[in-house]
């Protein structure tokens, strides 16, 4: 990894580790948490009022995102669904309540802080059916062809090597899984300095890829079926979109090496652990 990638991945830990921190200082308070951002393009009022009331008031508090992949991810009964970057959890528990007792729900990420909100949420909410483990959206420790469903809100606009997370998110699926993710794209006719003009990294912006490099990281991973579709305005030529894509049942052909863009540093793969 390189100093500057893992620069940008130390500010991105400590920008969540402290949204968990202030969330759970709050949730002493007489009257709940208050929401880590104030901000109608991000977070929690981006939730139904019937998902954010059946939830701890904590889980809602702590979201970040920039959308509901739950409310695209067509979840059915059974499955295992993966969710990347998960913070304080609210996608993860809205999954288990729909793959129900027999399906399970897997939260992923890198911060203790959350990890550790995201565990007394799901204690909170009575969920057994998930589990939620420590590490990086680049080197996802579970074993390849496990999972149904891949979501994530609002995170792999944050990583520094997205490749390497379009190949990870590819080798976990199934043969015909899917994804159904939120995150932020950027107009085709910004350059990297104009996204960045537009907002900082830890703030989902800079790092940001447009509508091209997102079509073209995802084929290159193999994926088929791409739909990138804008919701709502974030800056300036930057949108919050929904994507989707799914994983061939059939092998695919020889694809070509994952592309790296000029905007984003490489980085090798990181070390992970077992969340416990």
């Known amino acids: 990894m390189t100093e500057q990638s893992t620069d940008l991945r130390e500010t991105v830990r400590q920008r969540y580790a402290a949204s968990a921190l202030k969330v759970t200082a709050g949730g002493s308070a007489c009257c709940g948490p208050e929401p880590v951002e104030a901000d109608a393009n991000f977070g929690g009022i981006l939730y139904g009022a019937d998902e954010r009331d059946a939830l701890p008031a904590e889980a809602v508090a702590a979201s970040l995102g920039c959308g509901n992949p739950t409310a695209v991810a067509d979840l059915n009964e ?12 609210i996608d993860v528990l809205l999954s288990a309540r729909r793959v129900g007792p027999t399906g399970k729900a897997y939260g992923l990420d890198m911060t203790e802080e959350m990890l550790a909100l995201a565990l007394v949420n799901a204690a ?16 996802i420790p579970l074993p390849a062809a496990t999972i149904d469903v891949v979501i994530s809100n609002c995170v792999i606009n944050l ?15 199934k043969p015909g899984g899917r994804i159904g993710v939120s995150d932020v794209v950027a107009d085709d006719t910004l350059t990297p300095d ?4 537009r907002g900082d ?32 305005s974030v800056a300036d030529g930057m949108h919050s979109a929904l994507v989707r894509a799914v994983k061939p049942a059939a092998p695919s052909p020889e694809r070509t090496p994952p592309k790296r863009w000029p905007s984003q540093a490489p980085q090798p793969d990181a070390e992970t652990s077992l969340a416990g």
């Not at 990583?159 to 699926?173: C, G, N, Q």
């Open 159 to 173: 990583s520094t090597d997205k490749p390497a997370v379009f190949a990870e998110t590819f080798r976990v699926l």
């Open 201 to 232: 990294y830890v703030g989902c912006i800079a790092g940001a890829l447009s509508f091209a490099e997102y079509r073209n990281g995802l084929r290159a991973a193999g994926f088929t079926d791409i739909e990138i579709t804008p919701t709502h």
């Open 78 to 89: 059974g499955e295992r669904v993966l969710d990347l970057g998960s913070g304080g959890g």
């Open 194 to 197: 104009q996204r960045a003009e």
């Open 124 to 139: 909170k909410a009575g969920a057994t059916n998930v589990e939620f483990l420590k590490g990086t959206i680049e080197a």
